[in-house]
T-cell receptor, first 108, second 112 residues
Framework: KNEVEQSPQNLTAQEGEFITINCSYS?????LHWLQQHPGGGIVSLFMLSSGKKKHGRLIATINIQEKHSSLHITASHPRDSAVYIC??????????FGKGTKLSVIP | KAGVTQTPRYLIKTRGQQVTLSCSPISGHRSVSWYQQTPGQGLQFLFE???????NKGNFPGRFSGRQFSNSRSEMNVSTLELGDSALYLC???????????FGPGTRLTVL
């Protein structure tokens, strides 16, 4: 059974700061997903990656398969980035195991 | 393209009743996954359907079941509701491989 750990659980940042959220998993995976959930429940898929690095706007996701670790970075953070960020490990069988999430608050 | 839709958005039931939730995937998507989200347990995988076949099931009791129709729409059913079944139920659709999942807005179920 895959265990997915995220850190930190809560994060408060000043607008413009560089933010890093970490995710570790215990067994091999086929893909690592980063999700964003806003108040009210809506979930948006940010990245799905199995190796290396992906970038979309101010968001960057990296994964180290050997270390079983992934990071989500937000450059030049903005209050609209305030949300819960969730990582999920996919084991190739379409079953995702989720971390508990990181609640990010960006203060103007 | 229309996104993933879920109906109803809110539901209140009493213990012992059963409930059916519906999910309509993005057009062309053949995979539908269901998830339960609670404050205590977070997001948990329920099951995944592809072309009307259940491909994988999470660690939930048999009271939780689902199905998928030929048009890829999916339903999940929970029988003999318990207080602990109160949760946000989310479905997500994808093309079918190890693809990006697109989430619906969820159905918030309250069991009294």
């Amino acid at each position: 059974k895959n265990e997915v750990e995220q850190s930190p659980q809560n994060l408060t940042a000043q607008e413009g700061e560089f933010i890093t959220i970490n995710c570790s998993y215990s067994v091999g995976i086929s893909a690592l997903h980063w999700l964003q959930q806003h108040p009210g429940g809506g979930i948006v898929s940010l990245f799905m990656l199995s190796s290396g690095k992906k970038k979309h706007g101010r968001l960057i996701a990296t994964i180290n398969i050997q270390e079983k670790h992934s990071s989500l970075h937000i450059t030049a953070s903005h209050p609209r980035d305030s949300a819960v960020y969730i990582c999920a490990a996919g084991a190739g069988s379409y079953q995702l195991t989720f971390g508990k999430g990181t609640k990010l608050s960006v203060i103007p | 393209k229309a996104g993933v839709t879920q109906t109803p958005r809110y539901l209140i039931k009493t213990r012992g009743q059963q409930v059916t939730l519906s999910c309509s995937p993005i057009s062309g998507h053949r995979s539908v996954s269901w998830y339960q989200q609670t404050p205590g347990q977070g997001l948990q995988f329920l099951f995944e359907y592809f072309s009307e076949t259940q491909r994988n099931k999470g660690n939930f009791p048999g009271r939780f079941s689902g199905r998928q129709f030929s048009n890829s729409r999916s339903e999940m059913n929970v029988s003999t509701l318990e207080l602990g079944d109160s949760a946000l139920y989310l479905c997500a659709s994808s093309l079918g491989g190890e693809d990006t999942q697109y989430f619906g807005p969820g159905t918030r179920l309250t069991v009294l």
